[in-house]
């Protein structure tokens, strides 16, 4: 069954730097989403990309973020200067945009020191 | 600020009994409403999805929808223990992205 992928699973970076992560998402979806979920706290979502620009985006993606489609299949996120309060769980998710039902890779988590 | 809200927990419900949980949400004009299940750790899984006022039912999950009230909860019949999980009601509130509710812990008791 096809999956959305993410790399890496674990990510640890000091504050200030740039961190990028990356996923796959399923192969024949055109639409792309991040989303992220601090330790115990509810999903929120960041921004949703499709045909080759940003859909949409939410307060918290401000200008430290950005997105990209490098390629035909890898969907990436680029945070600028982390902060303390970027650490948390980043989730890529992709659609058909046949329906709203969304995929969810497995996650990368984020440690910023 | 466009809202969608769950009963936190946990909610705590024998093996083989019925599990139910509830979500409501804040905006009218929404037309389609998901259930994920997550596990401590891993990411949401898309288990029920309903757009229509009523029932729908997909193995032991049954989705019930009612527009006028602003509420759609999620039945699990014959609950097993690998059931616990935090399931996390989703709305699409905006354009295109997902706004969830924080998710109700439930855990199942063999």
């Known amino acids: 069954e096809p999956e959305v992928t993410q790399t890496p699973s674990h990510q640890v970076t000091q504050m200030g730097q740039e961190v990028i992560l990356r996923c796959v998402p399923i192969s024949n979806h055109l639409y792309f989403y991040w989303y992220r979920q601090i330790l115990g706290q509810k999903v929120e979502f960041l921004v949703s990309?499709?045909?080759?620009?940003?859909?949409?985006k939410s307060e918290i993606f401000d200008d430290q973020f950005s997105v990209e489609r490098p390629d035909g299949s890898n969907f990436t996120l680029k945070i600028r200067s982390t902060k303390l309060e970027d650490s948390a769980m980043y989730f890529c998710?992709?659609?058909?945009?046949?329906?709203?039902?969304?995929?969810f890779g497995p996650g990368t988590r984020l440690t910023v020191l | 600020q466009k809202e969608v809200e769950q009963n936190s927990g946990p909610l705590s419900v024998p093996e083989g009994a019925i599990a139910s949980l509830n979500c409501t949400y804040s905006?009218?004009?929404?037309?389609?409403f998901f259930w994920y299940r997550q596990y401590s750790g891993k990411s949401p899984e898309l288990i029920m999805f309903?757009?229509?006022?009523g029932d729908k039912e997909d193995g032991r999950f049954t989705a019930q929808l009612n527009k006028a009230s602003q509420y759609v909860s999620l039945l699990i019949r014959d609950s097993q223990p690998s059931d616990s999980a935090t399931y996390l009601c989703a709305v699409p509130t905006r354009a295109d992205g997902l706004t969830f509710g924080k998710g109700t812990h439930l855990i199942i008791q063999p």
């Open positions: 905006d009218r004009g929404s037309q389609s």
């Open positions: 990309f499709y045909n080759n620009e940003i859909s949409e």
């Open positions: 998710a992709s659609s058909d945009g046949t329906s709203d039902e969304q995929f």
């Open positions: 309903i757009y229509s006022n």
